[in-house]
């Protein structure tokens, strides 16, 4: 059992080799900009009006409660785990470094199990979606695509970056969408109770 965790590791660190390894000035200009949490602040705006618009200003901000508590629950636990695991964000690893890995930011903490960017993109993408949808009259499908894909991509930025293993990435996704679906769900089941008042 231990061989097959040491293989996994090994492999995680080779993957994310191979990804950071696709970098260039230009690409890591565009990779820092996706990282930045401010940036996505219009996203997030735009997503909170289409809500209130389609469910109206009660249901939304029932929605509002739901994706506040799905980020904060994920970030404050992508502490707690950090912590507990300890495992180095690849910024930090003297074997990848040596190893040649582009470092094209400032390292920032030490620990990077797992990602909270990746899992606060997912919850909100999957919250989000969720909550959508208790619009009756749309199912949202292409905002699902382009929501997951945004998710996606951030994720993905903090690999380029060099603060997180692709391993960190994947399980802060899996975080993400749990919370994100709870978080959702139990809002939902809210506003259907709001509503048969």
Request: hydrophobic residues 55%; aromatic residues 14%; charged residues 15%.
């Amino acid at each position: 059992m231990e061989g097959f965790a040491q293989g996994v590791i090994d492999f995680d660190r080779e993957l994310t080799l191979l990804v950071n390894s696709f970098h260039t000035p230009f690409t890591d200009s565009f990779w820092k900009l996706i990282s930045d949490t401010a940036v996505w602040i219009p996203l997030y705006l735009a997503v909170l009006a289409v809500i209130v618009w389609r469910l109206g200003w009660k249901m939304a901000l029932v929605a509002l409660l739901a994706l506040v508590f799905a980020i904060l629950s994920v970030d404050q636990l992508g502490n707690l785990v950090k912590e507990a695991t300890g495992r180095l964000r690849p910024c930090h690893d003297y074997r990848m470094l040596v190893s040649g890995l582009n470092v094209p930011v400032s390292k920032g903490g030490m620990y990077g199990f797992y990602s909270a960017h990746s899992a606060n993109a997912f919850a909100f993408a999957m919250a989000s979606l969720l909550l959508l949808r208790a619009d009756r009259f749309r199912r949202y499908g292409s905002y699902a695509v382009l929501i997951f894909f945004w998710a996606f991509l951030v994720a993905l930025s903090r690999v380029f970056l060099a603060k997180h293993f692709v391993g960190d990435i994947a399980a802060g996704a899996a975080v993400g969408i749990a919370i994100g679906y709870v978080s959702g769900s139990v809002a939902r089941m809210v506003m259907r109770r709001m509503d048969k008042r």
